[in-house]
């Protein structure tokens, strides 16, 4: 069984950048889809991004289309989500996801959910 374990959420004022990254312990990444959701404070969680197995594909939401960058390494066995122009209400806990294909991950059809990091953005 695959565990996403994320790393890398914290404080950052508004227009910086904070990038994301999502290991994977007992098993590989390799064989999955892999994405990022996020849950804001009093909201429900919402897809974010993903990106195929090969990493050759990519898929985002609106709301960080453009400033928002996933990519993975499967020779490191890690993913990444690079997020530039933060603004206030990216404040959210980010949890990395996997599943059978980037696109069943936005219609939130995902095997294996991590436990979530706190990204906090500042006025």
């Known amino acids: 069984q695959v565990q996403p374990v994320e790393s890398g959420g914290g404080l950052v004022q508004a227009g910086g950048s904070l990038r994301l990254s999502c290991a994977a312990s007992?098993?590989?990444?390799?064989?999955?889809?892999m994405g990022w959701f996020r849950q804001p404070p009093g909201k429900g969680r919402e897809f974010v991004a993903a990106?195929?197995?090969?990493?050759?594909?990519?898929d985002y939401a609106d709301s960080v289309k453009g400033r928002s960058t996933i990519s993975r390494d499967n020779a490191l066995n890690t993913g990444y989500l690079q997020m530039n122009s933060l603004a206030p209400e990216d404040t959210a806990v980010y949890y990395c996801?996997?599943?059978?294909?980037?696109?069943?991950?936005?219609?939130?059809?995902?095997?294996?959910w991590g436990q979530g990091t706190q990204v906090t953005v500042s006025s």
């Open positions: 996801v996997v599943g059978p294909s980037k696109w069943d991950l936005r219609r939130n059809v995902v095997n294996y």
């Open positions: 990106i195929s197995r090969s990493g050759g594909s990519t």
């Open positions: 007992g098993g590989s990444l390799t064989s999955y889809a």
